[in-house]
């Protein structure tokens, strides 16, 4: 958890895209610089933060090695491409199977069966408040 203090100070740095209370968006092209200088310049993650001006006491010292091993993976696996392009949020909403029936006995016992399902559930339910109610 950053203070508003640390995220002021977290935002100055001219690597940082976003700051909340709880996560760093790092920018993209220092995502490929760090890569880039630890397997040409053999540098440690946290002295690749350090010169890149961050306070390894605010992000916190793993913070570093934890970012240039998921940064490594992706760069290996996909390329700079894949490195500099924006991961989160990229999620499909899942699509659910349509279910198919043999004819409308079937349907009609499958929703029978539902029903008797919710009704069952609302039942419980209305158990449950009355249990809450002082």
């Known amino acids: 958890m950053f203070s508003?203090?640390?995220?002021?100070e977290?935002?100055?740095n001219k690597n940082v895209d976003k700051c909340s209370f709880t996560s760093i968006t790092?920018?993209?092209a220092f995502k490929l610089q760090a890569v880039k200088k630890y397997y040409q310049e053999g540098l440690s993650p946290n002295m690749i933060f350090k010169e890149a001006g961050f306070n390894l006491n605010i992000i916190g010292r793993k913070k570093a090695k934890d970012c240039l091993v998921r940064?490594?993976?992706i760069?290996?696996?996909q390329g700079n491409k894949a490195?500099?392009?924006e991961n989160r949020g990229g999620h499909r909403q899942r699509v659910r199977a349509k279910i198919?029936?043999?004819d409308d006995k079937d349907k009609i016992k499958y929703l029978e069966t539902k029903l008797a399902y919710l009704e069952e559930e609302n039942k419980l339910l209305k158990k449950m408040k009355k249990l809450e109610k002082p």
């Open 83 to 85: 490195l500099i392009r």
């Open 26 to 28: 790092y920018n993209k």
């Open 4 to 8: 508003p203090e640390q995220i002021k």
């Open 75 to 77: 760069y290996n696996k």
């Open 10 to 12: 977290l935002l100055k």
């Open 71 to 73: 940064w490594r993976r």
């Open 100 to 102: 198919k029936y043999k």
